[in-house]
């Protein structure tokens, strides 16, 4: 695709660029200049692997003489068609980088996305203009959400192997008992997304959209499984899979009738156990830094905070 020049605030042409392919060429092209390109250009690789970010959602500004000013690429759901978040890469001069999100936003048709700003070693402090990050985020439309925390653990549990008979293949499972078993879950969560999907499509369906979100991440798989007692009452969930590449426990509930029994860890084991039996050594998970009952659970089972991060979020004003 042919570059795309606009005028910045009439003083300065600024040239938009995306990337053509995937190939160690393309990917040095939009690395290029960064003080740290390999944290940088391993990533864009793995996410090229996995599907989750598409050579045209890479975007560069560039000033008259071939400087790159600002770069950032926008992420999906592996195979998804429409953007849901965006990784600041760099912002050399804040002007430049703000008309570039803002032009690229625009140009994707972005409805609702996240941004995520943390002490993660994929985005180091040498990142051109990373402590303007939170303002180009907020001139740019997005506000922040939440404070999360990144934590992990091994994958071969030390706990000794819960009873696989305990546990049942979600898609073995009647989805309406799916979707009343993550409602239960959210009726007590202090989950800061789930409340809020909640308050915008009300319980049923945000019940649902979560259900379908954990039958596509384990597609293909039997990972994602439903922790069953006496009579065959579903109690609980555990969503396992692998990320771009990353072995993560995506999802993890307990029905609030059956809390405090040690079912959370029981099922934390089980994801574990299916990961490493995959060939994971480590598995990592995110939960709201004001979830202190999922917190505590991820520390009994011996994972540590090894992240923490400041996620903001887009969503499109409709007129």
């Not at 996410?47 to 500004?61: D, K, L, N, Q």
């Not at 068609?81 to 890469?89: E, F, H, K, R, Y």
């Not at 649902?208 to 954990?214: E, I, K």
């Not at 609030?256 to 598995?283: C, D, Q, S, T």
Request: aromatic share 8%; with cysteine.
């Amino acid at each position: 695709m042919a570059p795309a020049a606009y005028d910045l605030r009439g003083n300065m042409a600024i040239s938009v660029r995306r990337l053509a392919g995937t190939t160690d060429a393309d990917v040095a092209e939009f690395c290029a200049g960064l003080p740290d390109v390999e944290p940088v250009a391993s990533r864009l690789r793995r996410y090229f692997r996995s599907g989750s970010v598409r050579p045209a959602w890479c975007f560069m500004a560039c000033a008259a003489d071939g400087r790159i000013v600002g770069r950032h690429w926008w992420w999906s759901m592996p195979g998804d068609s429409v953007p849901a978040g965006v990784d600041l890469i760099s912002a050399e001069e804040f002007s430049g980088a703000l008309e570039l999100l803002r032009h690229a936003r625009d140009e994707l048709e972005v409805v609702e996305a996240i941004c995520e700003i943390g002490d993660d070693d994929e985005s180091t402090d040498a990142a051109p203009g990373r402590a303007q990050w939170p303002e180009l985020l907020r001139d740019a439309g997005f506000s922040h959400d939440l404070a999360r925390v990144r934590v992990c653990g091994d994958a071969a549990p030390a706990m000794p192997t819960p009873d696989p008979g305990a546990f049942r293949p979600a898609r073995e499972q009647p989805t309406v008992s799916l979707v009343e078993l993550f409602q239960a879950v959210a009726d007590a969560t202090t989950d800061h997304g789930m409340r809020e999907d909640r308050a915008r499509y009300g319980a049923r369906e945000e019940a649902q959209r979560r259900v379908d979100d954990a039958l596509r991440l384990a597609e293909g798989t039997d990972w994602f499984s439903v922790l069953v007692v006496e009579g065959g009452r579903p109690v609980g969930y555990v969503v396992p899979a692998l990320v771009d590449e990353m072995a993560v426990i995506a999802e993890l509930g307990v029905d609030p009738a059956f809390r405090r029994r040690g079912y959370g860890l029981e099922l934390l084991a089980y994801g574990r156990h299916l990961l490493g039996n995959a060939g994971a050594e480590k598995v990592v998970a995110d939960t709201d830094r004001a979830n202190t009952a999922m917190r505590h659970v991820f520390r009994r089972a011996g994972f540590v905070e090894t992240k923490t991060y400041d996620t903001y979020r887009h969503v499109r004003r409709t007129t």
